[in-house]
């Protein structure tokens, strides 16, 4: 598949959010609440041998805060999260044999951190964000409101073989409880609900 069936794919992922209950493979779609803290939406495309993967949860469930971190204690944990997110097969590790790299990644921390500190990438995804949201930055609501958002693309040499997910992500980030999980192909879309208690997702074959 092209860059436009993917972004078709990707156009329907977000759809699927906006979904208040709907059947796919005898598997119910239940939405996760916006922005309830403990909950957050991991959306997962198969499409070749690429693995598309986009994360979206409260900053309280990855930083342990909402706001713009000001202490130094704050600064840290913001930085810690980033180098948890920058690996996401340590957050989500799939199985071996399906043999995936880590092609490219994308952060968005909101307004956590306005703090770049030498760092080029995280002041690029601060800048990146101002410009797409700045209008709503005054508001007091997105002050008290921050998510975190991931993007991540994978290649595999034998995504064929993929047959579970063990979300360490719950061990890294403790005040997470449950991901609704979105996992999309060419042929399927299923949804699934993982919690911190029993963090290993099987996956059919043929999906």
Do not use: W
């Amino acid at each position: 598949m092209g860059q436009l069936v993917r972004a078709q794919i990707f156009l329907f992922t977000i759809a699927l959010l906006g979904m208040h209950a709907e059947q796919a493979s005898g598997t119910d779609y239940r939405h996760a609440d916006a922005h309830q803290h403990g909950k957050g939406i991991l959306n997962i495309v198969l499409e070749g041998n690429t693995l598309l993967i986009e994360l979206e949860a409260p900053g309280a469930d990855i930083i342990g805060f909402e706001h713009t971190a000001k202490t130094a204690t704050e600064k840290k944990a913001v930085n810690q999260a980033l180098a948890y997110l920058e690996d996401p097969l340590t957050l989500f590790r799939i199985s071996k044999e399906a043999n995936c790299k880590l092609k490219a990644s994308k952060l968005n921390v909101g307004k956590l951190s306005e703090e770049t500190e030498g760092n080029h990438a995280h002041e690029l995804r601060e800048r990146e964000h101002r410009e797409e949201h700045g209008k709503h930055h005054n508001q007091k609501d997105d002050e008290s409101h921050n998510e975190v958002r991931a993007q991540y693309t994978l290649n595999c040499t034998n995504l064929k073989a993929l047959r579970s997910i063990d979300f360490q992500y719950f061990s890294y980030f403790k005040a997470a409880k449950m991901l609704q999980v979105n996992l999309i192909s060419s042929i399927s879309q299923t949804s699934f609900e993982v919690y911190d208690e029993n963090p290993i997702l099987k996956i059919r074959e043929g999906m």
